[in-house]
């Protein structure tokens, strides 16, 4: 994805989109860092549903933080 300053309030609560079949994931519910390197290592995902539960996807995982929503690839089902 290469460097990009991402606001983190900005992110939280952002719709996260699966390229790979145009799911809806679920929304961003924290982010997970690196406090040593100082760097994103992953995503929290608060799933849809009304027991949704909670996954992180790791930064290798993210293609974009975009206007609306984060699009992410190769997860598993």
């Keep these: 994805?290469?460097?990009?300053?991402v606001n983190v309030g900005s992110v939280i609560g952002k719709e996260i989109?699966?390229?790979?079949?145009?799911?809806?994931v679920g929304k961003?519910?924290?982010v997970c860092?690196?406090?040593?390197?100082?760097k994103l290592t992953g995503i929290q995902v608060k799933q849809k549903g009304l027991l949704g539960g909670k996954n992180i996807i790791p930064f290798g995982n993210?293609?974009?933080?975009?206007?609306?929503t984060v699009t992410?690839?190769?997860l598993e089902g």
């Design 1 to 5: 994805m290469g460097d990009q300053i």
């Design 28 to 30: 961003v519910q924290g």
């Design 62 to 68: 993210i293609k974009s933080f975009g206007t609306h």
């Design 33 to 38: 860092i690196d406090g040593a390197e100082r």
């Design 72 to 74: 992410v690839s190769h």
């Design 17 to 24: 989109l699966n390229l790979n079949d145009g799911a809806f």
